[in-house]
């Protein structure tokens, strides 16, 4: 087990080398400089501003010195953003991103297995076609477009919550939700065709031969085992939420790390695009290792290999 | 008591077994894989009703330089913001009637429009006719998917066929290679992909199509893996066939549902992936119209002027549904053992 976590880990920070790598290469591939929007500099004040970030330097130092800055947690210095450091531009608009993405997460799985678990208990009756056909509306309208209506409904006709700041728990509830939807919608979908399966086994059978009532048939026995396999679509919803911040933070402006990735990328801050790039994978790849470390505690059959053999 | 019940010698003979051979005859004709998935796809009613929506609006796209009613692109600042109007303005809901600092009023004689012009779905900030606008995103959505689809089935399928035929150290690191790719999400490569090219449309695809084969690709190895020691790839082997023929007759055939089901899938994926770059501002380049410009244009102005967020918002909505109906359709059509 500990050797697993450890080759693991080691393959989490050869994966980032890559990320960082192959981003840093790209970014200089990239046509235009970071001087691009203000033409009015001359020769001499680029020559300055070059020596100042080091961008006259050979290729492969600049890339020394930031695979070594990555290493001492340094992320460069944003062109765009008061010169500040990546790693402080970052740090300051991390919370409000984990904020909406945690609630987000808790509201969508919650609500997901709740829907899920309903639909494959009444299977084939119209409660079922109901939750399935919400499950499928959810992951068809996308995540922008479902922000702006719940902007719509509930902050700008209803009032109930404030439309577009970033202010105390009332404001982070529309984006949570509007985020929410997706992830809902994937783990109602996973968790009914879990349950399906579950409800149809041998120990259903019997646990409800022994006299159980249904709903303590299925609180005690079918929810538990059909949640194991829900804990592998933890990684995929991850995925769902960082891209779906970049937009929906946008939307409700909230000073968070999706709202900063689109604005960097419309401004050409490279340094802050590698940066968040390299944070997201960091992110994922964690996740993705707390995942399979999880799957392997909650359903002690699943045995975690140290060969990492074929699927 | 007894004699009620006359039973003769005749009661004794062997009934007429005649008919046997008829019997066992087969009535229905034989189906192939295909007509039974298809078969069974028409009697999924939502599915059905999707595929037609979804075949009308694929015409519509074809055709949309006969049916838009306007040039897309041409601006008129005359008359901006225009509100839906159909014929004289006497449907509800599109009476070119307008709200303005709290009083209605009609805004087509405001604009000072001539009798007979009419714009269906209003116009937008510059005065371009917002259906037209529609019709050539909702095209433009179509063309994507379809193009990224494509490219996700010309990487996708021989990376995972080549990954699992040749296996061994080939198969480990082709699997590093998508490992680390998905280590970052999809759509933050697809945006890297987009910046490094030159913003327009075939980017577009180049960059979806890039990020949408990891799935296909792994879908295929594993199958490729489980077909790899049926019998027939054994004999076909031992026959001398080359492994590019093998590949094309024996793999590829029986995997015909697993790629036509995740190909359905990836579409309202692709869909999803151009609006969302559009809608940030980095997809589709300024004139020409996608749905994620028209959403994002829509969305600056939907306190005052809602119909030009809801037109384009229920277009693109009709359009993700249909597809991800039409694909779980032919999933239960094509793998019937998996119920949804």
Same mark, same amino acid.
């Given at each position: 087990?500990?050797?697993?976590?450890?080759?693991?880990?080691?393959?989490?920070?050869?994966?980032?080398?890559?990320?960082?790598?192959?981003?840093?290469?790209?970014?200089?591939?990239?046509?235009?400089?970071?001087?691009?929007?203000?033409?009015?500099?001359?020769?001499?004040?680029?020559?300055?501003?070059?020596?100042?970030?080091?961008?006259?330097?050979?290729?492969?130092?600049?890339?020394?010195?930031?695979?070594?800055?990555?290493?001492?947690?340094?992320?460069?210095?944003?062109?765009?953003?008061?010169?500040?450091?990546?790693?402080?531009?970052?740090?300051?608009?991390?919370?409000?991103?984990?904020?909406?993405?945690?609630?987000?997460?808790?509201?969508?799985?919650?609500?997901?297995?709740?829907?899920?678990?309903?639909?494959?208990?009444?299977?084939?009756?119209?409660?079922?076609?109901?939750?399935?056909?919400?499950?499928?509306?959810?992951?068809?309208?996308?995540?922008?477009?479902?922000?702006?209506?719940?902007?719509?409904?509930?902050?700008?006709?209803?009032?109930?919550?404030?439309?577009?700041?970033?202010?105390?728990?009332?404001?982070?509830?529309?984006?949570?939700?509007?985020?929410?939807?997706?992830?809902?919608?994937?783990?109602?979908?996973?968790?009914?065709?879990?349950?399906?399966?579950?409800?149809?086994?041998?120990?259903?059978?019997?646990?409800?031969?022994?006299?159980?009532?249904?709903?303590?048939?299925?609180?005690?026995?079918?929810?538990?085992?059909?949640?194991?396999?829900?804990?592998?679509?933890?990684?995929?919803?991850?995925?769902?939420?960082?891209?779906?911040?970049?937009?929906?933070?946008?939307?409700?402006?909230?000073?968070?790390?999706?709202?900063?990735?689109?604005?960097?990328?419309?401004?050409?801050?490279?340094?802050?695009?590698?940066?968040?790039?390299?944070?997201?994978?960091?992110?994922?790849?964690?996740?993705?290792?707390?995942?399979?470390?999880?799957?392997?505690?909650?359903?002690?059959?699943?045995?975690?290999?140290?060969?990492?053999?074929?699927? | 008591?007894?004699?009620?019940?006359?039973?003769?010698?005749?009661?004794?003979?062997?009934? %007429?077994?005649?008919?046997?051979?008829?019997?066992?005859?087969?009535?229905?004709?034989?189906?192939?894989?295909?007509?039974?998935?298809?078969?069974?796809?028409?009697?999924?009613?939502?599915?059905?009703?999707?595929?037609?929506?979804?075949? *009308?609006?694929?015409?519509?796209?074809?055709?949309?330089?006969?049916?838009?009613?306007? %040039?897309?692109?041409?601006?008129? *600042?005359?008359?901006?913001?225009?509100?839906?109007?159909?014929?004289?303005?006497? !449907?509800?809901?599109?009476?070119?009637?307008?709200?303005?600092?709290?009083?209605?009023?009609?805004?087509?004689?405001?604009?000072?429009?001539?009798?007979?012009?009419?714009?269906?779905?209003?116009?937008?900030?510059?005065?371009?006719?917002?259906?037209?606008?529609?019709?050539?995103?909702?095209?433009?959505?179509?063309?994507?998917?379809?193009?990224?689809?494509?490219?996700?089935?010309?990487?996708?399928?021989?990376?995972?066929?080549?990954?699992?035929?040749?296996?061994?150290?080939?198969?480990?690191?082709?699997?590093?290679?998508?490992?680390?790719?998905?280590?970052?999400?999809?759509?933050?490569?697809?945006?890297?992909?987009?910046? !490094?090219?030159?913003?327009?449309?075939?980017?577009?695809?180049?960059?979806?199509?890039?990020?949408?084969?990891?799935?296909?690709?792994?879908?295929?190895?594993?199958?490729?893996?489980?077909?790899?020691?049926?019998?027939?790839?054994?004999?076909?082997?031992?026959?001398?066939?080359?492994?590019?023929?093998?590949?094309?007759?024996?793999?590829?055939?029986?995997?015909?549902? *697993?790629?036509?089901?995740?190909?359905?899938?990836?579409?309202?994926?692709?869909?999803?992936?151009?609006?969302?770059?559009?809608? !940030?501002?980095?997809?589709?380049?300024?004139?020409?119209?996608?749905?994620?410009?028209?959403?994002?244009?829509?969305?600056?102005?939907?306190?005052?002027?809602?119909?030009?967020?809801?037109?384009?918002?229920?277009?693109?909505?009709?359009?993700?549904?249909?597809?991800?109906?039409?694909?779980?359709?032919?999933?239960?059509?094509?793998?019937?053992?998996?119920?949804?």
């Amino acid at each position: 087990m500990t050797k697993y976590i450890l080759k693991r880990i080691a393959w989490i920070f050869i994966t980032l080398w890559i990320v960082a790598t192959i981003t840093f290469f790209l970014m200089k591939l990239l046509p235009g400089t970071p001087y691009t929007n203000q033409a009015k500099l001359s020769a001499d004040q680029i020559r300055i501003m070059n020596d100042q970030y080091g961008l006259n330097k050979p290729l492969i130092t600049q890339y020394w010195v930031y695979i070594v800055g990555l290493l001492h947690g340094d992320l460069g210095t944003s062109f765009q953003f008061n010169n500040q450091p990546v790693t402080y531009l970052i740090s300051n608009r991390i919370g409000p991103s984990m904020q909406i993405g945690a609630q987000a997460m808790i509201i969508g799985t919650f609500l997901g297995i709740l829907l899920g678990a309903i639909a494959a208990v009444k299977q084939r009756t119209w409660v079922d076609s109901v939750a399935t056909f919400f499950a499928i509306v959810g992951r068809s309208i996308p995540n922008f477009v479902f922000a702006v209506i719940l902007q719509f409904f509930l902050a700008f006709k209803l009032k109930i919550f404030p439309i577009a700041l970033w202010d105390g728990f009332s404001s982070s509830i529309l984006p949570s939700i509007a985020l929410a939807m997706a992830p809902l919608a994937d783990t109602a979908r996973f968790m009914r065709t879990e349950m399906v399966d579950v409800l149809s086994s041998d120990y259903i059978e019997l646990a409800r031969s022994k006299g159980l009532s249904s709903w303590q048939t299925v609180a005690k026995h079918a929810l538990r085992n059909s949640l194991i396999p829900v804990v592998t679509i933890i990684g995929p919803m991850a995925v769902a939420l960082m891209t779906g911040s970049m937009v929906i933070e946008n939307i409700f402006s909230i000073p968070g790390i999706g709202e900063q990735f689109v604005k960097s990328i419309l401004t050409n801050d490279y340094p802050t695009i590698m940066g968040l790039t390299i944070l997201y994978s960091a992110a994922l790849l964690v996740i993705y290792l707390v995942v399979d470390i999880l799957y392997g505690i909650i359903d002690p059959r699943i045995r975690l290999s140290t060969t990492g053999g074929k699927e | 008591m007894a004699d009620n019940v006359k039973i003769t010698p005749d009661s004794f003979k062997p009934a %007429n077994n005649q008919d046997n051979t008829q019997k066992e005859e087969i009535q229905a004709p034989s189906l192939t894989f295909f007509q039974d998935a298809v078969r069974r796809l028409k009697q999924n009613k939502v599915a059905v009703v999707a595929f037609w929506v979804l075949a *009308v609006m694929i015409i519509i796209a074809l055709l949309a330089p006969v049916i838009a009613p306007h %040039n897309p692109n041409t601006q008129n *600042v005359n008359y901006a913001n225009l509100p839906p109007k159909i014929g004289s303005g006497n !449907i509800p809901g599109f009476t070119g009637k307008g709200e303005v600092a709290g009083v209605v009023s009609d805004r087509y004689a405001a604009a000072g429009v001539s009798k007979g012009t009419y714009y269906i779905l209003g116009t937008d900030y510059l005065g371009r006719d917002l259906l037209s606008r529609i019709i050539y995103g909702t095209r433009l959505s179509i063309f994507v998917a379809f193009a990224a689809t494509m490219f996700d089935m010309i990487i996708g399928v021989p990376y995972g066929l080549i990954s699992a035929w040749r296996g061994k150290f080939t198969d480990i690191v082709m699997q590093r290679i998508i490992e680390i790719i998905s280590s970052v999400p999809n759509l933050i490569v697809a945006i890297l992909m987009l910046l !490094i090219f030159k913003p327009g449309l075939t980017s577009i695809i180049i960059a979806i199509g890039f990020t949408g084969w990891i799935t296909m690709a792994r879908l295929i190895r594993a199958e490729t893996y489980q077909l790899e020691s049926e019998e027939y790839i054994l004999a076909a082997q031992t026959l001398g066939e080359s492994s590019l023929k093998i590949a094309f007759k024996h793999l590829i055939p029986n995997m015909s549902s *697993v790629i036509i089901i995740n190909t359905m899938m990836t579409i309202p994926t692709a869909i999803f992936f151009e609006a969302f770059l559009s809608y !940030i501002g980095i997809g589709i380049p300024a004139p020409n119209a996608s749905l994620g410009t028209l959403l994002s244009d829509g969305q600056k102005t939907f306190r005052f002027l809602p119909y030009q967020m809801w037109y384009p918002s229920a277009v693109i909505v009709l359009l993700m549904l249909a597809f991800n109906l039409l694909a779980d359709g032919l999933r239960d059509a094509f793998d019937p053992k998996s119920s949804r």
